[in-house]
C-alpha cells in the first residue's frame, strides 16, 4: 500500500516483522452451506492481504467450506503470500514443503489436500511455481479471487490452475460480500478496501508489479459495504489501498477524491471512527488535509511512508517528492489537526546512500517525532530498477545505520506513549487483555492501552486516563462520569 515497498508494511498495525499473520478462525462457522469441508489460510504480509483472506474465507464459506486454524484438519490449504519481504519466493516455497508432508500424512489417512498459493508471490512468480512445486493445485494473483470458487472447484477435480491476469475492476464488482456473522467474528475494528495498486514506481518497489495499475472501487460499492459493517457492530473502519489517497470516484456527476469520501463516510450513523493507510505524500490533497480538521470521527493518525530523508536519494527511490514537500505535508496536516500521530516508512542502505544522505534521514526523523515506523535494510527485488542500480551499500553499513535509526526511532516511539500519561482520552475497546479482567481498547493514535474491564464493553468508546506506558501500550484508569 503505498508504500508496499521493498520493505515495509505501510501499515500503522504492526504485525511483527518474520511472523506473518496468521488468519484463524478457531473452526468458526463461516455461514452458509456446509460442505463438510475444512479451510487453512496462512496469511503473509500486511493488511491488504489480511483483507484478502477474509474475502476469500467469505468465497469460501459460500461453497459449504469451514475455516480452521490447524493445517492438518484442512482438505484446502491456500497461503496467501506478500512479495514484500527479502527472499519471499524462498520462504514460500519451504512452507509449500511443511504443507507437503502435512499433504503426504493426511493421504496416508485416505484424506485429500488441494494446496493453492494465492497473493504478490503467486503473482510474481506465476507458473514458475507449478513448475517449481508440482504438489501446487492452484495459483492465484490477487485480482482473481472473485474466480476462487471456481478455481477451487477445477483444483479439487485435479486440474491445475493458474490464474494471474489483472482484471480488478471486475474482481471489485464480484467478490463476496461477508455475512453478518462473519462481520461479526472479525471484531469492531474492520478494513475496507477502496482502491489497489500503483502507479508510482518507485525503484524499489514489487507492488506496481504485483498489483498493477491504481483501480479505484466505486463509491457505492464503497458506502454499501461501510453501512454493512456498521449495521453489524463495527465501530472502527480503515480504509486500505497501496495508495489509498490516490483513491477518485464520481457521485452525481462530481469528481470525488478521498477526501470527499470521508466527508460522506464520517454522516453513516453508527460509525465511530474513520482511519485510512497506506498515504502517498504526493496524493495529500487539500481537501484531504483540511478533513483532518473538520471530520471528528477521522482519527489523528497518518502513516505517511518518506523512505530517506535525502533529496538525492527519494529522486533515486523515484519518489516523486523531496524531503521539503514532505515537510511541507507534515506542517499543513499538523497545522489542522496540532496532535496527528505521523507514522512512516524507512529504507535504508538504498544504492548510492552516503553517510551525509542517511544523517539527512536522521535529521528528518527528528525533525517530524514519529509515533511509529516501519524500517528496513534496503534488499533487492528481482525486476525493478534498484536491483541494477550500482553503488550498492555494504551489508555492515546498512546494518548499522539501521540501528541507529531504530534506535531514534524507539526513543521517538517511548516519548509518544509517554507524554500520553496524564492526558485524557477516548479508547475503542476491542478485545480482552492478556491478564484476567483486563480489556485492551485503541487510542486515537493507534496505541494499544489496557484498562480494566470485562468483554461484555467490546465495541464500547471509553473515556480513560493513561497512568503509565512503555513502547508497546498504555496502561489506564478510566474515567468516571
Ligand atoms: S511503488 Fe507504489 S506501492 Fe511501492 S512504495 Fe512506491 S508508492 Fe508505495
Known amino acids: 500500500m503505498s508504500e508496499l515497498t521493498n520493505t515495509p508494511t505501510h501499515v500503522p498495525m504492526p504485525t511483527p516483522e518474520d511472523n506473518p499473520v496468521i488468519t484463524t478462525a478457531d473452526d468458526k462457522s463461516t455461514g452458509g452451506k456446509n460442505n463438510g469441508k475444512k479451510v487453512f489460510i496462512k496469511t503473509y504480509g500486511c493488511q491488504m492481504n489480511v483483507y484478502d483472506t477474509e474475502r476469500m474465507e467469505d468465497a469460501l464459506a459460500q ?13 484446502l490449504v491456500l497461503l496467501n503470500t506478500c512479495h514484500i519481504r527479502e527472499k519471499a519466493a524462498e520462504k514460500v516455497y519451504s512452507d ?7 499433504k503426504i500424512k493426511r493421504a496416508k489417512k485416505g484424506l485429500k489436500t488441494t494446496l493453492g498459493v494465492t497473493g504478490c508471490v503467486a503473482q510474481a512468480e506465476g507458473k514458475e511455481i507449478m513448475h517449481r512445486a ?24 485435479g486440474k491445475r490452475v493458474v490464474e494471474t491476469e489483472f482484471e480488478i475492476e471486475e474482481k471489485f464488482a464480484k467478490l463476496k460480500t461477508p455475512t453478518r456473522k462473519q462481520i461479526i467474528a472479525r471484531g469492531v475494528a474492520a478494513f475496507l478496501t477502496v482502491q489497489e495498486g500503483c502507479d508510482k514506481f518507485c525503484t524499489f518497489c514489487v507492488v506496481p508489479y504485483t498489483r498493477g495499475a491504481e483501480v479505484s472501487r466505486s463509491v457505492d460499492q464503497i458506502i454499501e459495504e461501510a453501512h454493512r459493517l456498521v449495521d453489524a457492530g463495527v465501530g472502527e473502519v480503515t480504509l486500505l489501498g497501496q495508495n489509498v489517497n490516490a ?14 469520501l470521508l466527508y460522506k463516510l464520517s454522516e453513516i450513523e453508527g460509525l465511530k471512527r474513520l482511519r485510512y493507510t497506506t498515504s502517498h505524500p504526493i496524493d495529500m490533497d487539500d481537501v484531504l488535509i483540511e478533513a483532518h480538521g473538520k471530520i471528528d470521527k477521522l482519527m489523528p493518525y497518518l502513516h505517511l511512508p518518506v523512505q530517506s530523508g535525502s533529496d538525492k536519494i527519494l529522486k533515486s527511490m523515484n519518489r516523486h517528492h523531496t524531503s521539503a514537500e514532505y515537510m511541507d505535508v507534515i506542517k499543513r496536516v499538523r497545522k489542522v489537526r496540532p496532535d496527528m500521530a505521523i507514522s512512516g516508512d524507512f529504507i535504508v542502505g538504498f544504492p548510492g546512500e552516503s553517510d551525509e544522505d542517511f544523517e539527512q534521514t536522521m535529521d528528518l526523523i527528528r525533525e517530524v517525532g514519529y509515533s511509529s515506523t516501519y524500517s528496513f535494510k534496503y534488499s533487492e527485488r528481482p525486476g525493478t530498477p534498484g536491483a541494477e542500480m550500482d553503488n550498492k551499500v555494504p551489508e555492515s553499513i546498512k546494518a548499522e545505520r539501521l540501528l541507529r535509526l531504530q534506535a531514534l526511532l524507539r526513543e521517538q516511539l517511548i516519548d509518544f506513549n509517554q507524554n500520553c500519561v ?25 496505541q494499544a492501552v489496557v484498562i480494566d474491564g470485562d468483554m461484555s464493553e467490546v465495541g464500547n468508546i471509553v473515556r480513560v486516563k493513561p497512568k503509565s506506558a512503555n513502547a508497546a501500550a498504555l496502561m489506564a484508569d478510566r474515567i468516571k462520569s
Do not use: C, F
Request: net charge negative; glycine share 12%; hydrophobic share 35%.
Open 63 to 75: 461453497d459449504g467450506y469451514t475455516s480452521t486454524d490447524v493445517m492438518e484438519d484442512a482438505d
Open 96 to 102: 509449500i514443503g511443511r504443507v507437503n508432508k502435512v
Open 247 to 260: 483513491w477518485h470516484g464520481a457521485k452525481n456527476g462530481k469528481e470525488w477524491r478521498l477526501g470527499e
Open 422 to 446: 496524564g492526558k485524557e482520552m477516548d479508547i475503542l475497546i476491542e478485545k480482552k487483555g492478556r491478564d484476567a479482567g483486563q480489556i485492551v481498547g485503541r487510542s486515537p493514535w493507534l
Open 134 to 157: 508440482p504438489i501446487v493445485n492452484l495459483v492465484a494473483g490477487p485480482q482473481t479471487y472473485h474466480n476462487l470458487s471456481r478455481m477451487v472447484e477445477e483444483a479439487e477435480s
